[in-house]
């Protein structure tokens, strides 16, 4: 080797290590160094040597993630040690049970200590490393034998191509799950749509198709990672004595190991730790179907063996499913506010996400031909956390000969007016306006929610008797009602319907962007009705604003600007807001933006519990500094504000590099611009 290529291979090697050290902080650690532009960089610069020197490419470069090894063969592949499932439990008892099991075999009083881990809903797979470097990845299969995947694992960035550190055992090998986290999973689905493909019905789904791929460029592209949960090597002498320390050497070899991992003291412990991960389950960024308990001591682990094809000190305590199969009885179509015709599945009731659900939505028309519905299919339904269960796939070899196609309503199922499509637009809309009762009604249920006025008692019972009985036609009839109107009515007896006069009678004094808000304007929600308050300051003046006027408001572009102005611009809207202030509606009047406030086109996002505020309170302060409060981190986020026992946003924002201010950091910042909670 010559001077000159002998400083070549030592700058590959430093790169190498380099990029191996920011991969291992950003998918092990969470906590990312350098911006990406700049690991791109030395990307990029590791890969213009590589290819300058062919000769000085080897398989564990970070560049060698695709293609190296050729495509993934799916080769038979027997398991030195055959991968085992777990036990269930399905409820407490069960769980009690296993631990009265282990007492028992252990002959021990002592509390246990258990690892508990989160259950990921992935594919387990088992990696071998030689000398330090992956050689052989399989999936699971019948446990015995599985199909050899390597190619397509190495392309996987979580997996480390070479185990990190000095003291690596010749020969280990590492099992844990692949999946797909669920922003991944709705971008890879969104891609599939827009593509016209296939999409998947959940992120296992996904992680197996992903995995599946003969061509491993493919599997590249998808977003896949891989959490570590059990360890193997030929001498054990060498490992912890505790599976707790092994997942943490294992760690250090360049795994990423699950962050909500803890450690329990006997079954009541346990059992709390199933409520608090329970509790996590819909904000955690993956999907996860259980816990799983294991001895934590190896010597135990070893002493309690197995029966059949599990360990007897390991159990995996089920959560509710989110999915279930039932049947299609029927289609519904509903009608919103707006006039959106929605379909609304209709269904053998059935129990998933913990509740019983009996309809479903379809979204519309063009999701019924996707997923080719018919009604008395058999469909899987699912419902994971507040999420509106949805149809997600139909079973196609149970149709019944019978099976009934869903045809598109040309008439609105409420008033008979003609249902219009405009095009490019998926919703189909009912023309009736106002003269729908469907429509007067989600008006009126709209007005007088807890975001606009706050209308106590207006529940959609009465509205929809109000309604019927044609009581009342605008939200501007609700403030002619007095008690005796109501008490005429079925099972409303004197004190409710002068509780209900009260509540209306005390909502006539809105805020300006309630009332905003409350009108029920198209794509104009909360923090949209804030921002035209702030800006026109008093309705007369939103009222006037011609579009592009409105385009100056921050976020509103052409298409708000255009449902604003002509939500104005209809006689009967303006017919009713002139009815409201006759009736004593007097909305309050807004101080109207001095132009540039301190934090406008910023997006912050509040997470964890703050103990000075609530976070309303503090989204309001923020909202009046001009910032934008957002649910969720990407990217984009200007600043987290992180409270007590934070959790997966904080995560997420670190390892985007977004900037992370504690509360009293953030109480500083309030104060620097005059502002905090108030006392
Ligand atoms: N978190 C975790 N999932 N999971 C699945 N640990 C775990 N352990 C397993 C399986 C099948 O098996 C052990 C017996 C190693």
């Known amino acids: 080797m010559s001077q000159g290529e002998h400083t070549v291979a030592e700058q590959i090697l430093r790169l190498r290590s380099q990029i191996d050290d920011h991969n291992y902080r950003y998918y092990v650690l969470d906590d990312p160094q350098i911006p990406d532009v700049d690991y791109d960089r030395l990307f990029r610069e590791l890969q213009a040597l590589e290819s300058e020197h062919p000769a000085l490419v080897t398989p564990d470069s970070p560049t060698q993630r695709v293609g190296a090894m050729g495509d993934t063969s799916f080769d038979a592949i027997t398991h030195r040690i055959p991968m085992l499932s777990l036990d269930n439990a399905f409820d407490e008892e069960e ?31 088992s990696l071998h490393y030689e000398q330090g470097l992956l050689v052989r990845a399989a999936t699971r299969g019948d446990g015995y034998v599985g199909e050899d995947i390597t190619g397509n694992i190495r392309t996987i960035p979580s997996v480390p191509l070479k185990l990190r550190g000095e003291a690596v055992p010749e020969l280990v090998e590492v099992r844990g799950e692949v999946y797909m986290p ?9 891609t599939l749509t827009e593509q016209g493909e296939k999409t998947f019905v959940n ?11 003969k061509n491993s460029a493919v599997t590249a592209r998808r977003p896949l990672e891989m959490c570590a949960y059990s360890v193997a090597v030929p001498d054990e002498g060498v490992l912890p004595a505790t599976h707790w320390d092994c997942l943490q050497r294992v760690r250090d070899w360049g795994f990423r190991i699950n962050p909500e991992m803890r450690q329990a003291e006997g079954v009541e412990d346990c059992l709390q730790a199933y409520q608090a991960l329970l509790d996590k389950r819909a904000d955690l960024p993956y999907e996860i179907d259980g816990i799983v308990f294991k001895v934590n001591r190896l010597d135990l682990q070893a002493e309690l063996g197995f029966v059949s ?27 919103g506010r707006t006039g959106a015709v929605t379909p609304v599945a209709r269904l053998k009731p059935v129990f998933v996400g913990g509740v019983t659900v009996s309809n479903a939505t379809l979204h519309n028309m063009d999701e019924i031909r996707r997923l080719d519905v018919h ?28 099976a009934g196609v869903v045809e598109r309503p040309t008439a609105c199922p409420v008033c008979q007016s003609d249902i219009v499509q405009i095009e490019g637009e998926a919703v189909a809309r009912c023309s009736g306006g106002l003269f729908c009762p469907a429509q007067r009604k989600e008006a009126i249920r709209h007005y007088a929610s807890r975001k606009a006025l706050d209308i106590e008692g207006l529940g959609e019972k009465w509205i929809d008797i109000l309604v019927e009985r044609e009581m009342v036609k605008t939200v501007a009839d609700l403030y002619t009602l007095d ?4 008490m005429g009515l079925e099972r409303m007896g004197e004190k409710s319907a002068t509780n209900l006069v009260n509540a209306i009678h005390d909502s006539k004094q809105p805020e300006l962007w309630r009332f905003i808000y409350a009108l029920g304007i198209r794509e104009v929600g909360e923090a949209t009705a804030k921002a035209l308050a702030r800006h026109y300051g008093t309705l007369e003046s939103l009222m006037q604003a011609d ?15 255009g449902h604003v102005r002509s939500f104005f611009d209809q006689a009967h809207n303006q017919e009713t807001i002139a009815a409201l202030r006759e009736n004593g509606v007097a909305w309050q009047q807004e101080t109207v933006d001095a132009g540039g406030q301190p934090l406008e086109g910023q997006t912050w996002v509040l997470t964890g519990t703050l103990g000075e505020m609530t976070r309303d309170e503090a989204k309001a302060i923020l909202e009046r500094l001009g910032a934008k409060v957002s649910g969720s981190v990407s990217g984009k986020t200007s600043c987290v504000v992180a409270g007590e026992s934070a959790g997966s946003k904080l ?15 953030f109480a500083s910042v309030l104060a620097s611009f005059g502002a905090g909670p108030a006392t």
Do not use: M
Not at 552 to 561: N, R
């Open 203 to 213: 992120p296992r789904n996904a992680a197996a198709g992903s995995l599946r791929q």
């Open 547 to 561: 579009e592009e006027s409105l385009q100056e408001v921050a976020d509103v572009g052409p298409i708000v600007a």
């Open 182 to 190: 669920k922003a991944g999973f709705e971008s890879l689905n969104r």
């Open 309 to 335: 094809r599990a360990p007897r000190w390991a159990i995996a305590h089920k959560f509710p499913a989110e999915e279930a199969l039932t049947v299609l009885e029927g289609v519904d179509f509903q009608v």
């Open 651 to 665: 995560t997420k924002a670190q390892s985007l590099g977004v900037k992370v201010l504690d509360e009293s950091e």
């Open 375 to 402: 009604v008395g299919d058999t469909v899987f339904v699912r419902r994971a956390g507040d999420v509106i269960p949805q149809v997600v796939k139909v079973v196609l070899d149970k149709r019944p000969a019978n």
């Open 483 to 486: 008690k005796f109107d109501l």
């Open 95 to 125: 769980l009690r049970e296993f631990d009265r099991r282990i007492h028992d075999r252990l002959k021990t009083d002592q509390a246990i200590t258990y690892v508990c881990e989160p259950k990921l809903d992935g594919l387990a797979v």
